[in-house]
């Protein structure tokens, strides 16, 4: 069977996974972590030095796989939300999107910037998409590191969207619900809602204290289903920040209003072949990998690439 190395880059170090796709499921072989994370926007930095040297040695243990696929963190993606129209054209998502990039980044070329483009659930009658714009330098560095290891990389994703596919793959009970799904990093909570192929909402939060991140998500879900009309059953958390006391108390103050409120453990339903010192590892960090399982599986959401 087909035995694929996910890599999850993030600003504080890098994730890796080796999963096997079986007739029965997604298989567990391996797992680790680097020390330093990358620098994928500036690889031939002198800062990159030590770092990519880990990172090689790391590779290496995992080189036993037929296929890779790399997520990388939100950090290094613009994200736009705009209004279209039936039938839109691509030079007319493209205009919208070069004055996106023009408007963050002045000093580029919109040309430098590959972008995903999804389309969201209808708002008010009118089409509604969500942009993601990833500088090329992003593509350029992991097609280096690829090619230093002698491997082909078949999937990049990003962090957010992958976790979509992750939770839908771990909890095949929520297909039905509306979901609201949080990423807690360093200062900044990714807020996306879905349900199953319908993909409703995307937005980034701002934080500037871990003590705040209960009241700001609960007020992001107050405001969009507001904003939306729509009833969000279950929430779902994962990240480098996430902690109990955050999820204890968004339990504590507003469990009544969700069917469930959730650590996002990306390996529920997959098997494995661990040890039992990396099970211990896997049952305490399982919410730093929700991206890394849910890249090897098939896109739940319809994906445009735009070159």
């Given amino acids: 069977m087909e035995t694929s190395l996910s890599v999850l880059f993030t600003p504080e170090r890098t994730y890796f996974a080796l999963l096997e796709k079986t007739n029965i499921g997604l298989k567990l072989h391996k797992i680790g972590t680097s020390s330093s994370p990358i620098d994928l926007e500036n690889l031939d930095n002198p800062i990159n030095k030590d770092s990519l040297a880990e990172h090689y040695e790391l590779f290496h243990e995992f080189s036993d796989c037929n296929s ?52 969201l659930v209808p708002r008010g009658g009118h089409s509604h998409f969500l942009a993601a714009i990833i500088p090329k330098q992003i593509f350029q560095s992991i097609k280096i590191i690829a090619t230093k290891i002698n491997k082909i990389v078949d999937i990049i994703e990003i962090s957010q969207i992958s976790s979509h596919n992750s939770l839908l793959y771990n909890y095949p009970e929520e297909k039905e619900n509306v979901v609201a799904l949080f990423n807690i990093s360093d200062k900044f909570i990714d807020f996306s809602v879905f349900k199953n192929k319908d993909f409703y909402f995307y937005n980034l939060l701002k934080y500037n204290s871990l003590n705040d991140t209960p009241e700001i998500i609960n007020n992001g879900i107050t405001k969009i289903q507001t904003e939306l009309q729509l009833q969000i059953n279950s929430i779902f958390l994962f990240g480098s920040q996430l902690n109990r006391s955050t999820l204890d108390i968004l339990k504590s103050r507003y469990g009544e209003r ?28 399982a919410h730093h990998f929700v991206p890394c399982v849910g890249s090897v599986i098939p896109e739940i959401h319809k994906k445009i690439k735009i070159y």
Wanted: glycine fraction near 2%; hydrophobic fraction near 40%.
């Fill in 258 to 285: 969700f069917l469930s409120i959730k650590r996002l453990n990306p390996f529920r339903l997959v098997s494995n072949e661990l040890s039992e010192v990396d099970k211990q590892i896997c049952a305490r960090i």
């Fill in 68 to 119: 890779m696929a790399v997520t990388i963190p939100m950090e290094y993606v613009i994200l736009t939300q705009f209004p279209g129209r039936p039938n839109i054209t691509k030079d007319e998502i493209m205009s919208v999107i070069n004055i996106e990039i023009r408007q963050n980044l002045p000093q580029f070329n919109p040309d430098e910037f590959p972008t995903y483009l999804f389309e």
